[in-house]
């Protein structure tokens, strides 16, 4: 494959951006051959700088739900464009959007907008924090709730009294919860949670219905708020909160990524209880009241409501995961596949540094298939049966050509080194 623009593109970079990219899109944690900059996306496939295309099976690592250039709702958003985006004050659909997820979400009596899911999660701390006059905040061990100091997994650049009052426990480990809870005293504001374990590097995890049910018993019983971060599972798994089909509703639930299907906007919704304390906190953003943004979510989320979106991605994804399985089998490979089938993370099976996967994704890259060795992936509405199936031939002959060269493979020097930092740092 031709990487001569992108190669260009990343020279130019490193004189004028640090380290040539930052943050989740670097490539530098991923195989030498992915490319770093994306020229265009359409429908389920993305295309490089020099004009290779892909299968994609990251979804601009949440964002796309619908599919790339979805037809509906870029023309909302483009309708919206014409009249403007960042005012002075909001638009009309600003009241409109914020009535729509209300009426999706059951604990949500009210929402705040914002930009990036960090904006969302540190609001629904503040918020928790006013609302409480308390302070610690409980996350679970591994989880990700942004890129801001008093969350990100990166310690550059971050002092312990960042996170003074950030303590962990560990996703389904009632024990631990009680005593992280107990060691609060009464000071406890919030207990985080995910709607289900979707650490990278690591297998994922359902929620233990009792885990959910005893975070709301002690959220109740020491006046804490229960925040359930939806940024990266919201509308993926249900067509409201994710933590309904446990019986269990938060009293605040940070959304973002996926909800205007991949235009910017990302939100805090909360109940009554809390309305007070979102209210007396000052948030705001230069662009968090933009138009365009909330337009091509009123469309995003009625196709939710009104579409099968969902139960198509789990279709595909049963179809994609029985096929991995069965391919792997075959060729004397265990996958371990886990989480929802629309969110699927896949690792192999005594691969404890990962050689193998990096090895299989880069097999899967040469026949235009994008995949990720260590991260969850999403799958959107518009794949289709055939994409799946085409997934799945690429699939067989990349794990053909990963078993020709098993005994060659090397694991990936950065990811050595930042394996050992993470270990390190909580
Ligand atoms: C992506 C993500 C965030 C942060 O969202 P940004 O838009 O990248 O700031 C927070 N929580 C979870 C679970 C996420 O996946």
Known sequence: MNRAIDQALRERALKVIPNGMYGHESVRLLPASFPQFFSKGEGAYIWDADGNR?????????????????????????????KGDTLTGPGPVMVELAETLVGMID????????????????????TARAQT???????????????????????AGVVAEDR???????YNDCASLEQAVAAAGDDLAAIFAAPFRHDAFTDQELPDPAYAKLARALCDRTGAKLIVDEVRAGFRLARGSSWDALGVQPDLSAWGKCFANGHPI????????CREGAGSIYATGSFWLSAVPMA?????????????YLEHSVRLGDALRAGLAEAATRHGFTLRQSGPVQMPQILFAD??????????????????IYMHPWH??????????????????????AFAAVRARIDTLEPHPVLVAMAAMLEHHD
Not at 114 to 122: E, Q, V
Not at 164 to 170: F, G, L, N, V
């Open 296 to 308: 091509a979510a009123i469309e995003t989320l009625r196709i939710i409501r009104e579409t099968d």
């Open 266 to 273: 990302s939100m805090l919704a909360g109940a009554e209880s």
């Open 376 to 397: 969850n992936m999403f799958l959107c509405a518009a794949m289709t049966e055939g994409d799946i199936d085409m997934a799945l031939a690429a699939a067989d002959e």
């Open 164 to 170: 003074a009052h950030i303590r962990t426990y560990i």
């Open 351 to 368: 691969d404890p540094d990962f050689r193998i996967g990096y090895a299989w994704v880069e097999e899967l890259l040469a026949r235009g």
């Open 54 to 82: 892909y299968l994609d099976f990251m979804c601009a690592y949440g964002p796309s739900l619908l599919g790339y250039r979805h037809p509906q709702v870029d023309a909302a958003a483009r309708a919206q464009l014409e």
């Open 133 to 155: 006059g308390k302070r610690v905040v409980l996350v679970a061990q591994g989880a990700y709730h942004g890129a801001a100091p008093w969350c990100t997994p990166i310690p």
């Open 107 to 126: 604990h949500a009596d009210w929402v705040m907008f914002c930009k990036n899911g960090t904006d969302a999660t540190t609001m629904a701390m503040s």
